[in-house]
């Protein structure tokens, strides 16, 4: 099928889960001869190494720069505007809607839109052609509250809750345009039904399981692990919590545990400002498996957010056992006690990472089912014909329509 995709980033590097997500589904539809133009709105330019990740599986590489966020234009959006705050800072782009329009003149077996708060520029050219689209949606950003709001201070809330009302009334409006919306996880997907009252499809976030096939933790090593993306407000809500709360109490227990944090943007601050010998800081990870073979525990102190996690499908596919609150499995069909460790308060977590880590041959059994889970349920393969069994579906319905 020609496929026209469009995205509010760029899928590469693979720094945050939205990224791989999208990076690895167009890999994966590219591999099962699908011809994929791919449009894309992106605050950072195309840069060699982006471009050779991504055009070998693309037929068209489109790539429109995004305005600055401190913009006049974007500040006066968000204030005033009838969208929500992400959606304009995301949107108001003629020239993104003029290549749009532009690439709507031709044949299309898809048209897919990534995320609502990337609609706005594609609105009205689709109400004009009359083309059918699919919407998928990594959240129900309405409901994601404070995740999208945990920079801003407390004198800000009444603008939170006018914002959360635009969210609201923005997915009321849109998501009856669409032909189809897909969901990440089967809660997000129920959510969405109750609301539009229309069967919400679903496309589960995956993992390149075979890539992380070899990993084999040190289960005897003491050592935690945690992951993130820092542009994104629950991770570093995660790490302040685990920091300030959660490892005084688990070294009180254990001195010896040691805990290594990495990821995308790390701040340059927080190695002064939580100046332990045992935490090992690092910046953006190329290869996880280089960190994961060296852990015992992915320990995810996450408190809010949305969709399933990546980073914790990744560590399971690495076969680690993931200790983790309900906010951190959510999206996923997993068991507490089999497929891995969870509570939701600093106590309770403390004392279950200190239980755990003088326990390898439980580590190993929790980490070995999670990985037996996630290659059953959750690679990207699976998601991949999740995708593809939509398009046959709409595909099917736009020739009945035509026959019709």
């Not at 995301?90 to 749009?100: E, K, M, V």
């Not at 995660?238 to 109490?249: C, D, F, N, S």
Request: hydrophobic content about 40%.
């Amino acid at each position: 099928m020609r496929i026209l995709w469009t995205l509010p980033y760029l899928p590469w590097p693979t720094t945050s889960g939205g990224k791989t997500r999208e990076y690895h589904l167009l890999h994966n539809l590219a591999a099962r001869g699908h011809r994929i133009t791919l449009l894309v709105q992106s605050k950072a330019a195309l840069d060699d190494a982006a471009r050779d990740a991504l055009e070998p599986w693309l037929e068209r590489l489109i790539v429109v720069p995004r305005r600055p966020l401190r913009s006049l234009r974007t500040l006066l959006a968000v204030v005033f505007a009838h969208p929500p705050m992400l959606a304009s800072v995301n949107g108001f782009s003629p020239t993104l809607q003029d290549q749009f329009e532009t690439l709507l003149q031709e044949p299309w077996d898809v048209i897919q839109i990534q995320h609502s708060y990337a609609f706005q520029p594609f609105e009205a050219p689709l109400r004009q052609s009359g083309k059918p689209f699919i919407l998928v949606e990594h959240n129900i950003e309405s409901g994601l509250g404070a995740a999208s709001y945990l920079g801003f201070p407390g004198w800000a809330r009444p603008f939170v809750r006018f914002d959360q009302w635009r969210y609201r009334q923005w997915e009321k409006r849109i998501f009856p345009q669409t032909r189809q919306l897909v969901a990440v996880t089967e809660d997000d997907a129920k959510g969405l039904t109750r609301m539009t009252s229309r069967a919400t499809r679903l496309v589960v976030n995956g993992v390149d399981c075979d890539y992380y096939a070899q990993v084999n933790p040190d289960r005897y090593s003491r050592r935690l692990l945690f992951i993130g993306n820092y542009e994104y407000g629950p991770n570093v809500d995660a790490v302040q919590w685990a920091l300030e709360q959660i490892m005084p109490k688990v070294w009180q227990i254990d001195p010896m545990v040691r805990l290594t944090i990495g990821g995308y943007a790390l701040p340059h601050s927080w190695p002064q400002r939580w100046a332990d010998p045992r935490i090992d800081w690092l910046g953006y990870i190329p290869d996880l498996r280089t960190v994961q073979k060296e852990a015992a525990i992915f320990f995810a102190p996450l408190r809010e957010g949305g969709g399933s996690k990546l980073k914790v499908l990744e560590a399971m596919a690495a076969g680690l056992t993931v200790v983790t609150t309900e906010q951190g499995s959510s999206g996923l069909q997993v068991i507490n006690g089999t497929h891995y460790l969870g509570c939701d308060d600093a106590q309770g977590l403390a004392r279950m990472l200190a239980e755990a880590i003088e326990q390898p041959a439980r580590l190993a059994g929790i980490g070995e089912a999670g990985r037996a889970y996630v290659r059953q349920y959750h690679d990207w393969s699976v998601s991949a014909a999740q995708l593809e069994s939509i398009y046959s579906q709409l595909h099917k319905q736009e020739d009945t329509h035509v026959c019709a």
